[in-house]
């Protein structure tokens, strides 16, 4: 196994003996492509939707945040194009049925391919390529052609699916409830142009090879952000936005030479340009978030389908005009995976190969952990209680760990990222240094530092 795949092994290893991500389903088998989060998983992914709606909403002037219904009405999905063109180009293997996703094994023997090709084009390319492409499973070489899988998830609601009329579908991206919104935000808020709408929401497609983890899944959370402006004048702010989400990245922690830029070459017919940031994932750079120029289609679409005018009339002139939409999209589930990656280290400390994760303290499910010396001595214990107590106030993400010797200690909050462990000793008691009375241990996580605090500064330090 090459390191980079053994990387990703481990983490996922890691996730699952310190509660962070769990199969879905696992008691009945598991049901693939989904995940549930433990303990520690939520607390890193509500820290990491946390910083992302600070940088979003809360450090711009010009953003409004929302969070809209999942159920839509069956004509958005129409009006976006998805009911028609949201689709993986599938082919399965003559000999087993085993199904595959073309662009993906094309891609996998260099062949530049997307789902965005045509059905025509990629099986040009499927047919150029047959012989290099293997079936997964038996190792055959015979599949039919290439047909679009459509990736929408249909659900049932009773009014629409009763008439025997349109399906209802769960949201295929997260981004349409913003475009709902985007009329409902001009009567409101009453922004000028350009201003922006960010939104976290959930997203579920049909993937028919959902991998690597947390990266593909079927259920997803997307953090989307659209900037609303005048039609050309798109340039710059998407140069900007490009930036400052690539260095948004670098300031959760991401080392930056794990992070570059891709631009499409394969553009949907209705985009002016767009942009990956991509992560050296365990297995490769790849795709972590889009940034797409989406011209004025969505709110075209919307306006054509609903017949509602979504046009902005500038207050000052009077002109009438569709805005342009710059968009940000990313999944949480991959944000979550690139920075476990990037904060896995195994090293030697103290004559010992530990695993830490070097999270950024904003992010680590646990800001501090308290514990007493000996969890048989009753003194100990009390005093422990009380700064576990007085620091829980202050930070709320605060873990009482009185498990094993005080060396597992420190390497079980190591695993979950700890950035500092703090021990009650005799001398906190003052029973053998009185000097020493009423101060702490407080050990860092990354470089296994000790010194010692009195309580009363605790907080100020820690923060
Ligand atoms: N609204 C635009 C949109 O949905 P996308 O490129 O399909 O564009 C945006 O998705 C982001 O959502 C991706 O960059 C990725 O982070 C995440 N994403 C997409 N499909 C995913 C999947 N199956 N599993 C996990 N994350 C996914």
Redesign the pocket.
Same mark, same amino acid.
């Given at each position: 196994m090459d390191k980079k795949s053994d990387t990703m092994e481990k983490v996922v290893s890691l996730c699952k003996r310190r509660g962070f991500v769990f199969q879905g389903s696992e008691i009945y088998g598991g049901l693939a492509g989904v995940f549930d989060y433990g303990p520690n998983g939520v607390e890193l992914l509500n820290n990491l939707k946390q910083l992302w709606w600070k940088a979003n909403v809360y450090d711009k002037e010009n953003y409004y945040g929302i969070d809209s219904g999942m159920f839509k009405h069956p004509k958005v999905w129409e009006a976006s194009g998805h009911t028609s063109g949201f689709s993986d180009p599938l082919a399965d293997c003559r000999e087993c049925n085993t199904r595959i996703r073309v662009d993906k094994e094309l891609e996998a023997i260099g062949v530049t391919a997307d789902e965005k090709m045509s059905e025509e084009e990629i099986n040009k390319l499927f047919e150029e390529n047959r012989e290099k492409i293997s079936c997964p499973k038996c190792g055959q070489k015979d599949f039919t052609p290439a047909r679009a899988f459509n990736l929408l998830v249909k659900s049932n609601l009773g009014d629409f699916t009763s008439e025997g009329g349109e399906p209802v579908y769960l949201p295929g991206?997260?981004?349409q409830g913003i475009y709902l919104n985007y009329k409902n935000i001009l009567n409101s808020m009453s922004p000028k142009l350009p201003f922006g709408m960010a939104q976290i929401g959930k997203?579920f497609?049909n =993937?028919i090879s959902?991998r690597n983890f !947390?990266? $593909?899944? $079927?259920e *997803?959370e997307?953090a989307?952000t659209q900037f609303f402006v005048k039609p050309n004048e798109n340039k710059e702010a998407f140069e900007k936005i490009k930036q400052d989400r690539f260095d948004w990245y670098v300031s959760i922690g991401i080392k930056p030479e794990n992070l570059r830029f891709t631009q499409h070459k394969n553009l949907v017919f209705y985009a002016a340009d767009a942009w990956?940031i991509e992560y050296n994932f365990p297995g490769g750079f790849d795709? !972590?978030?889009?940034i797409?120029d989406r011209t004025d289609y969505d709110l075209t679409q919307h306006m054509k389908f609903s017949g509602v005018d979504l046009n902005y009339t500038d207050p000052e002139t009077g002109e009438k005009y569709i805005p342009w939409i710059l =968009?940000t999209?990313?999944?949480l589930? $991959? *944000?979550f995976l690139a920075v476990l990656a990037d904060a896995y280290h195994e090293e030697e400390m103290d004559g010992n190969t530990r695993t830490v994760l070097k999270l950024h303290p904003d992010l680590a499910p646990n800001r501090v952990a308290v514990s007493p010396l000996l969890k048989n001595k009753p003194e100990l214990v009390e005093k422990a209680r009380e700064v576990f107590k007085l620091l829980k106030a202050e930070f709320g993400n605060v873990a009482w760990d009185d498990n094993g010797n005080v060396g597992k200690r420190y390497r079980r909050q190591d695993e979950i990222g700890t950035p500092s462990c703090i021990v009650i000793d005799f001398e906190t008691l003052g029973q053998e240094k009185p000097e020493l009375a009423d101060t702490v241990t407080v050990r860092d996580r990354d470089t296994g530092e000790q010194e010692r605090v009195a309580i009363a500064d605790l907080i100020q330090r820690l923060k």
């Open positions: 991206e997260a981004c997203a497609r =993937e959902p !947390l990266f $593909r899944t $079927r *997803m997307q989307d990956d795709e !972590l978030e889009g797409h =968009e999209s990313v999944g589930g $991959r *944000m």
